[in-house]
């Protein structure tokens, strides 16, 4: 138990809720039957395991669509929590999994450029966005419910100011707006780096307006996801996204029973798999696998794949969700620039040497290390392992075969 309150609190969990939580653990562990196929350590992890889930929620929670349509989302939070990008990342994945037509509306008119950025990532995700300078955020709020109503937009997502700190000023205004609008769903949006003042922020703007659930955003850091145990306990309000990267596709559905494996160090291995069938194109595979059975993979595949595991996300979010991986890469910078070099060396081949490897002799990998900005030492390492990688392909499929 000693070993698990300490993954807690590395985790960023509250002091006051591990410890509450290690009590809670420690009196359903103590005369427990520990399973044949189970070690006594590893029931009690089993333990931990459940009652972390149930802490957070126990399931997923969704957001709740208003039965005569549009539906009210009130975005609120601290400055600099990511509620912007967040609120629209989380417009496209409402679309994507709910068939809806979302629509943003500017109503932070203090911070600088705040409506130009609302407006930048609408256009990214192809999300119309509602804004009317720097008027009244009341009046914004009501006039973009009346365009919504007109212009066939089922979810209206209220983008509200924020402060460095929570003020008296922007308590009041907030209020006013959930007054004027009485939104279906107000989410509080909080960095999961900030730990301990995540939950001192959550606490305020529940008591002050009453939130419905919580955003998580800023996962893919060093934080392993402590603050969303410590909310959950303090305003008792479910997490109900979690934001994964800076990539506009890296929003989630909060999943307790993965922060829980998350938590404990155990890893997240069902949302990589999830991240990976994304992206994954079943005809592009089935032709891969042709050419590799012919041996002919060559580098327009290798980049190919390559992109394919770029758009799943940050490397260091990625190599997180793999079970001991976290411990393992403790104080690791992992770069995405990693792959940089490989896509200058694919990029400096002509399209013949590009899709014909064997063509590759002395003068061309000079050439092509030339253009690259590499040395030919590296140039030829590269090499080496495509051609390991190629016959280690091979083998796959051959034993598949049989």
């Given at each position: 138990?000693?070993?698990?309150?300490?993954?807690?609190?590395?985790?960023?969990v509250?002091?006051k809720?591990?410890?509450?939580?290690?009590?809670?653990?420690?009196?359903?562990?103590?005369?427990?039957?520990?399973?044949?196929?189970?070690?006594p350590?590893?029931?009690?992890?089993?333990?931990?395991?459940?009652?972390?889930t149930?802490?957070m929620?126990?399931?997923?929670?969704?957001?709740?669509?208003?039965?005569?349509?549009?539906?009210?989302?009130?975005?609120?939070?601290?400055q600099?929590?990511?509620?912007?990008?967040?609120?629209?990342?989380?417009?496209?994945?409402?679309?994507?999994?709910?068939?809806?037509?979302?629509?943003?509306?500017?109503?932070?008119?203090?911070?600088?450029?705040?409506?130009?950025?609302?407006?930048t990532?609408?256009a990214?995700?192809?999300?119309?966005v509602?804004?009317?300078?720097?008027?009244?955020?009341?009046?914004?709020?009501?006039?973009?419910?009346?365009?919504?109503?007109?212009h066939?937009?089922?979810?209206?997502?209220?983008?509200?100011?924020?402060?460095?700190?929570?003020?008296?000023?922007?308590m009041?205004?907030?209020?006013n707006?959930?007054?004027?609008?009485?939104?279906?769903?107000?989410?509080?949006?909080?960095?999961?780096?900030t730990?301990?003042?995540?939950?001192?922020?959550?606490?305020?703007?529940?008591?002050?307006?009453?939130?419905?659930?919580?955003?998580l955003?800023k996962?893919?850091?060093?934080?392993?996801?402590?603050?969303?145990?410590?909310?959950?306990?303090?305003?008792?309000?479910?997490?109900?996204?979690?934001?994964?990267?800076?990539?506009?596709?890296?929003?989630?559905?909060?999943?307790?029973?993965?922060?829980?494996?998350?938590?404990?160090?155990?890893?997240?291995v069902?949302?990589?798999?999830?991240?990976?069938?994304?992206q994954?194109d079943?005809?592009?595979?089935?032709?891969?696998?042709?050419?590799?059975?012919?041996?002919?993979?060559?580098?327009?595949?290798?980049?190919?794949?390559?992109?394919?595991i770029?758009?799943?996300?940050?490397?260091?979010?990625?190599?997180?969700?793999?079970?001991?991986?976290?411990k393992?890469?403790?104080?690791?910078?992992?770069?995405?620039?990693?792959?940089?070099?490989i896509?200058?060396m694919?990029?400096s081949?002509?399209?013949?040497?590009?899709?014909?490897?064997?063509?590759?002799?002395?003068?061309?990998?000079?050439?092509?290390?030339?253009?690259?900005?590499?040395d030919?030492?590296?140039?030829?390492?590269?090499?080496?392992?495509?051609?390991?990688?190629?016959?280690?392909?091979?083998?796959?499929?051959?034993m598949?075969?049989?």
């Open positions: 138990m000693r070993e698990v309150r300490l993954a807690l609190l590395e985790a960023d509250n002091y809720v591990a410890r509450d939580f290690i009590k809670t653990v420690s009196e359903k562990a103590v005369g427990t039957d520990v399973l044949e196929s189970l070690t350590a590893q029931m009690v992890i089993k333990i931990v395991n459940q009652e972390l149930n802490l929620g126990g399931t997923n929670a969704k957001i709740t669509f208003a039965s005569q349509p549009p539906t009210v989302v009130m975005l609120v939070g601290l600099g929590a990511g509620k912007t990008t967040n609120g629209a990342k989380l417009a496209a994945l409402i679309r994507k999994q709910n068939n809806r037509r979302p629509l943003l509306v500017a109503c932070d008119i203090y911070r600088p450029a705040a409506i130009k950025q609302l407006q990532v609408g990214q995700l192809d999300i119309p509602f804004e009317m300078g720097a008027t009244d955020p009341v009046k914004i709020a009501k006039a973009a419910i009346d365009h919504a109503k007109k066939g937009n089922d979810i209206v997502f209220l983008d509200t100011a924020g402060r460095l700190h929570i003020d008296t000023e922007l009041d205004e907030l209020k707006i959930k007054a004027a609008v009485n939104p279906h769903e107000i989410l509080l949006v909080v960095d999961a780096m730990g301990q003042d995540a939950v001192n922020a959550a606490s305020a703007f529940n008591d002050a307006l009453g939130i419905d659930g919580v955003m955003t996962l893919d850091g060093d934080a392993r996801g402590g603050a969303a145990l410590s909310i959950r306990s303090v305003v008792n309000k479910p997490i109900k996204f979690i934001g994964t990267g800076e990539k506009m596709e890296a929003l989630d559905v909060f999943h307790p029973a993965r922060m829980a494996d998350r938590i404990l160090g155990m890893g997240d069902v949302s990589l798999v999830e991240r990976a069938q994304e994954y079943e005809e592009e595979a089935r032709r891969i696998s042709k050419k590799i059975a012919k041996n002919q993979f060559d580098f327009n595949d290798f980049m190919g794949q390559l992109n394919q770029k758009k799943m996300g940050s490397m260091k979010d990625l190599m997180g969700m793999i079970p001991g991986m976290d393992a890469l403790k104080g690791v910078e992992v770069s995405d620039d990693a792959f940089k070099p896509e200058a694919i990029n081949m002509t399209p013949a040497e590009r899709a014909n490897p064997s063509l590759l002799n002395g003068s061309r990998k000079a050439r092509i290390a030339k253009g690259a900005g590499v030919i030492v590296a140039l030829n390492r590269f090499l080496k392992q495509f051609e390991q990688t190629s016959k280690m392909m091979r083998k796959v499929q051959q598949r075969r049989r």
